[in-house]
């Protein structure tokens, strides 16, 4: 069994500078890393002997809105030498170019494109960095934290015009106040709201 701390200890000392901190949580090594490196140690993790980590997971991104730098750009690799994952933690603003990993994995392509569809992250170096699941001209990235439930557009098909429309999202139905109690602990009112305008008969 691999001793995930000393692993971490090692891939730091193999890449001075890279490597901004590392921790071992539920049996996974998550390393914190520099997002302009991360081209680097991505190659070192994969070539290396004592690392090989051959199979790429996931690439995908965490929005916290209150840090200066908002993002973390959030890799998954495993070695099946080792059987072992690892993660990575890149942290990156909004205008934060993070270098494509594509050259080391090339199937990390839709993963960078869905990152940076949903939340806005810049990969540099991907030869297609178009949106992947919304729709044209879209506007904004729907995972930001500061995105608005209702979005900024609905699209409907207009029967008389014979084509699909954009239109600024509007509300049909005025906002009402909900009773969120729960039905087994029982409400503290004996008649129900409304219930004044039934008919009562004698």
Known sequence: MTDLSSLGETIKAALPGAIVGSSVAFGQLTLAVEAARIVDIV?????????????????????????????????????????????LKAEASETT???????????????????????GVIFVGHPDMRRLLTDYGFDGHPLRKDFPLSGFVEVRYDDQEKRVVYEPVRLNQEFRKFDFLSPWEGADYSILPGDEKAEVKP
């Not at 090989?52 to 070695?79: C, L, N, Q, W």
């Open 43 to 87: 190659r070192f993790l994969r070539d290396d002997p004592g690392c090989r980590f051959v199979s790429f997971v996931d690439i995908t991104a965490v929005d916290y809105p209150g840090r200066e730098k908002r993002f973390e750009v959030v890799y998954h690799f495993m070695s099946p030498a080792l059987n072992i994952r690892i993660r």
């Open 97 to 119: 170019q993070v270098p494509s990993i594509i050259s080391v994995f090339p199937g990390a392509d839709w993963f960078e494109r869905e990152a940076y569809d949903l939340y």
